[in-house]
Protein backbone atom coordinates (compact mmCIF):
# COMPACT_ATOMS: atom_id res chain seq x y z
CA UNK A 1 0.00 0.00 0.00
CA UNK A 2 1.52 3.35 -0.96
CA UNK A 3 1.96 5.29 1.98
CA UNK A 4 3.58 8.92 2.47
CA UNK A 5 4.48 10.08 6.10
CA UNK A 6 5.54 13.95 6.73
CA UNK A 7 7.46 15.69 9.68
CA UNK A 8 9.43 17.90 10.83
CA UNK A 9 6.90 20.66 10.85
CA UNK A 10 6.78 23.21 13.43
CA UNK A 11 6.54 27.04 15.09
CA UNK A 12 9.61 29.26 13.61
CA UNK A 13 10.16 32.91 13.44
CA UNK A 14 10.38 35.05 10.66
CA UNK A 15 13.37 34.85 8.53
CA UNK A 16 14.35 31.03 10.37
CA UNK A 17 14.12 27.60 8.35
CA UNK A 18 12.33 24.51 8.71
CA UNK A 19 12.88 21.06 7.32
CA UNK A 20 10.23 18.65 6.35
CA UNK A 21 10.94 15.33 5.35
CA UNK A 22 8.26 12.64 3.42
CA UNK A 23 8.75 8.90 4.22
CA UNK A 24 7.54 6.98 1.38
CA UNK A 25 6.77 3.09 1.28
CA UNK A 26 5.05 0.53 -0.65
CA UNK A 27 6.20 1.82 -3.46
CA UNK A 28 8.90 2.79 -5.19
CA UNK A 29 10.40 6.37 -6.18
CA UNK A 30 11.56 4.74 -9.60
CA UNK A 31 8.00 6.18 -11.68
CA UNK A 32 6.99 8.30 -8.94
CA UNK A 33 7.30 12.44 -9.05
CA UNK A 34 7.17 13.51 -4.93
CA UNK A 35 5.47 17.09 -4.91
CA UNK A 36 4.71 19.10 -1.71
CA UNK A 37 1.68 21.07 -1.39
CA UNK A 38 0.41 24.24 1.26
CA UNK A 39 -2.67 25.15 2.23
CA UNK A 40 -3.23 27.59 4.23
CA UNK A 41 -6.71 28.58 5.92
CA UNK A 42 -9.58 29.64 3.97
CA UNK A 43 -6.65 29.20 0.80
CA UNK A 44 -6.86 26.33 -1.93
CA UNK A 45 -4.28 23.90 -1.73
CA UNK A 46 -1.13 25.27 -3.91
CA UNK A 47 1.43 23.02 -5.06
CA UNK A 48 4.90 24.45 -3.65
CA UNK A 49 7.61 22.15 -5.09
CA UNK A 50 8.22 18.83 -7.11
CA UNK A 51 10.93 16.59 -8.09
CA UNK A 52 11.35 13.89 -10.77
CA UNK A 53 11.11 10.39 -10.62
CA UNK A 54 14.21 8.63 -9.55
CA UNK A 55 14.32 6.76 -12.28
CA UNK A 56 15.06 9.72 -14.48
CA UNK A 57 18.00 10.17 -13.33
CA UNK A 58 18.12 14.22 -14.41
CA UNK A 59 17.18 15.72 -10.37
CA UNK A 60 14.42 17.55 -12.52
CA UNK A 61 12.67 20.05 -9.71
CA UNK A 62 10.24 22.57 -9.83
CA UNK A 63 9.46 25.33 -7.46
CA UNK A 64 6.37 28.20 -7.77
CA UNK A 65 7.83 31.68 -8.00
CA UNK A 66 7.36 32.71 -4.00
CA UNK A 67 9.50 30.03 -2.93
CA UNK A 68 12.36 30.07 -5.30
CA UNK A 69 15.85 30.71 -3.99
CA UNK A 70 14.37 30.36 -0.56
CA UNK A 71 13.77 26.46 -0.45
CA UNK A 72 15.19 23.22 -1.84
CA UNK A 73 13.92 20.00 -2.65
CA UNK A 74 16.06 16.81 -2.49
CA UNK A 75 15.68 12.91 -2.46
CA UNK A 76 17.44 10.09 -0.75
CA UNK A 77 16.28 7.67 -2.85
CA UNK A 78 18.23 4.63 -0.05
CA UNK A 79 15.81 5.72 2.34
CA UNK A 80 12.88 6.72 0.25
CA UNK A 81 12.44 9.69 1.55
CA UNK A 82 12.16 13.51 0.11
CA UNK A 83 13.15 16.62 1.87
CA UNK A 84 11.98 20.16 1.82
CA UNK A 85 14.70 22.39 3.00
CA UNK A 86 12.58 25.99 3.85
CA UNK A 87 15.18 29.06 4.72
CA UNK A 88 13.97 32.29 5.17
CA UNK A 89 10.24 31.58 5.86
CA UNK A 90 7.66 34.35 5.63
CA UNK A 91 4.41 34.57 7.50
CA UNK A 92 2.70 33.97 3.94
CA UNK A 93 4.39 30.38 3.77
CA UNK A 94 2.44 29.36 6.94
CA UNK A 95 0.11 26.75 6.03
CA UNK A 96 -0.29 22.60 6.49
CA UNK A 97 2.37 21.24 4.06
CA UNK A 98 1.38 17.76 2.26
CA UNK A 99 4.10 15.46 0.27
CA UNK A 100 2.00 14.03 -2.56
CA UNK A 101 2.99 11.40 -5.48
CA UNK A 102 2.12 10.33 -8.85
CA UNK A 103 3.05 8.11 -11.48
CA UNK A 104 4.56 9.18 -14.89
CA UNK A 105 7.58 8.10 -17.22
CA UNK A 106 8.42 11.53 -17.89
CA UNK A 107 11.46 12.83 -16.43
CA UNK A 108 10.39 16.11 -15.41
CA UNK A 109 7.08 17.48 -13.06
CA UNK A 110 4.11 19.09 -12.30
CA UNK A 111 2.49 21.16 -9.27
CA UNK A 112 -0.98 20.24 -10.60
CA UNK A 113 -3.35 18.81 -8.29
CA UNK A 114 -5.01 16.97 -10.17
CA UNK A 115 -2.23 14.56 -10.98
CA UNK A 116 -1.94 13.67 -7.63
CA UNK A 117 -2.49 10.25 -6.57
CA UNK A 118 -1.43 10.00 -3.27
CA UNK A 119 -1.78 12.32 -0.19
CA UNK A 120 0.45 12.55 3.20
CA UNK A 121 -1.66 13.79 6.46
CA UNK A 122 0.13 17.11 6.37
CA UNK A 123 2.31 18.67 8.68
CA UNK A 124 1.55 22.19 10.05
CA UNK A 125 4.27 24.56 9.53
CA UNK A 126 3.34 28.52 11.83
CA UNK A 127 5.30 31.58 10.93
CA UNK A 128 5.06 34.07 14.21
CA UNK A 129 6.82 36.28 16.03
Known amino acids: QLQLVESGGGVVQPGGSLRLSCAAS????????IAWFRQAPGKEREGVSC???????????NYIDSVKGRFTISRDNAKSMVYLQMNSLKREDAGIYYC???????????????????WGQGTQVTVSS
Open 26 to 33: GFTMDYYV
Open 100 to 118: ASYWTYLNDCRLNRRDVMS
Open 51 to 61: ISRAASNTNYT
